[in-house]
């Protein structure tokens, strides 16, 4: 499994979850695809696409997984800056943009996806994701924490069940 260099608590992840990395810089992943360094890379449909990664590893499970595609970091003292009353119009704007590029990514993933189908990807339906989370699990001891702060961890982990509660009732 591919693993970025830099981010030894990743590496740690990884391994809790039962995963072998292998940590290298990532403009090394297409040469490690080809020598059988690596098998695995956990990537964005959008960018395996873009990167034609998908020409050297061409099965792709069918499986959720979240991806940080970005953000918006103000220093403290300038934000201070910001007058009071602008602020909340720029967080709202913010948040129109953010969910406004989300559906363009989902978009651009799904046709990312189509393409690679039609260009010999296989895409494994079959992968059970009970066993994946099972992996989570085991490495949710050092993700929070280690990887992501315990607060915003607890904190990201809160909405996400809210959602899958809101989902649920409708």
Not at 9 to 18: T, Y
Not at 19 to 44: K, R, Y
Not at 110 to 123: F, I
Request: proline fraction near 5%; glycine fraction near 4%.
């Amino acid at each position: 499994m591919f693993c970025w260099e830099g981010d030894p608590a990743s590496a740690e992840a990884w391994r809790a979850g039962g995963f072998h990395p292998v940590v290298m810089s990532s403009t090394e992943i297409v040469t490690a695809l080809q020598t059988g360094l690596i098998d695995t890379v956990p990537l964005a449909p959008l960018y395996a696409y873009q990167s034609r990664m998908f020409e050297k590893a061409k099965y792709m499970l069918d499986l959720p997984w979240a991806v940080l595609t970005g953000a918006t970091v103000v220093r403290k003292e300038e934000w201070d800056k910001v007058p009071a009353d602008v602020k909340p119009k720029l967080l709202e704007i913010s948040r129109e943009y953010a969910k406004k590029i989300a559906a363009e990514v989902r978009r651009m993933d799904s046709d990312a996806l189509e393409n690679m189908a039609k260009q010999g990807l296989v895409v494994l339906k079959t992968a059970d994701p009970a066993a994946f989370a099972k992996a989570a699990q085991k490495a949710e001891s050092v993700v929070r924490g280690k990887v992501v702060p315990a607060e915003t961890y607890d904190e990201v982990k809160q909405l996400v069940e809210e959602a899958h509660a809101q989902s649920a009732k409708k």
